[in-house]
């Protein structure tokens, strides 16, 4: 399909009035057998596919992925638009279930942004950081940080590694939190902060059963392949039994 749509672009690269074209996240080895031997890369990335995206002029929404990220510009020009992951209530997120492309995004257009309506926006642009790349360049882009990408000219190549990917997605947490949570007495919520500070975000959390047995740990012990088990199907017989 790739060489297809490539064909494509070349065809309609001189028409002021080409159709959007547009192929994202396709896998590089599986399009072009031989693509990591024929392109290495100068440092390892564990579980890293390169991924293709490939059009004409096009624009990603301010998003966030939960991966570490390199995007390298083939073909054309990219710009990215980072925003620390700690803007998010400056960004005016859209719904997190119901999404163009499993990503929540970002409500605001970032070529024309409505200050009015989205008054923290403001506070947003402040730590934007924006990046201009040309054929060759390459960006690292951190997990969780919210980015938008408008790629521009009549072919646009870019190829992307994400690695790092989380074995369970933190996302589904903040969406039972926000179940269970987030609607409850404020006294109340305090109270589960303190649990989410004890067992997940202070800097010891890790070693909150140190004074239990080895054996006695259970799903507060080290990350293994038996605690996945169990915190899932514990998590599951939780949300079955509602």
Request: glycine content about 6%; overall charge negative; proline content about 10%.
């Amino acid at each position: 399909m790739l060489p297809l749509l490539l064909d494509a672009l070349v065809a309609e690269a001189g028409n002021p009035n080409a159709p959007a074209l547009y192929a994202g996240s396709a896998s590089a080895p599986d399009n072009y057998p031989g693509w990591a031997e024929a392109n290495p890369l100068p440092f390892e990335l564990p579980d890293a596919t390169p991924r293709l995206w490939i059009g004409n002029a096009s624009r990603a929404s301010t998003h966030y992925d939960g991966s570490h990220n390199i995007a390298a510009v083939v073909a054309g020009t990219r710009r990215f638009a980072l925003f620390p992951a700690d803007q998010t209530a400056n960004l005016y997120i859209g719904p997190l279930e119901n999404t163009i492309a499993g990503q929540p995004t970002s409500m605001v257009d970032l070529e024309a942004p409505d200050l009015d309506r989205y008054p923290r926006f403001a506070q947003a642009m402040e730590s934007m950081v924006v990046a201009e790349l040309e054929p060759g360049d390459a960006l690292f882009i951190p997990a969780f940080w919210w980015h938008d990408v408008k790629a521009s000219g009549p072919l646009n190549v870019l190829v992307n590694y994400w690695w790092g990917q989380p074995e369970v997605s933190p996302f589904g947490a903040l969406m039972h939190a926000v179940l269970a949570v987030r609607d409850l007495p404020p006294a109340e919520r305090a109270a589960v902060r303190s649990w989410f500070d004890h067992y997940v975000f202070d800097e010891a959390a890790s070693h909150v059963a140190d004074h239990l047995p080895a054996s006695a740990r259970g799903v507060l012990g080290p990350p293994s392949p038996q605690r996945t088990r169990s915190i899932r199907g514990f998590l599951k017989r939780m949300l079955d039994d509602g």
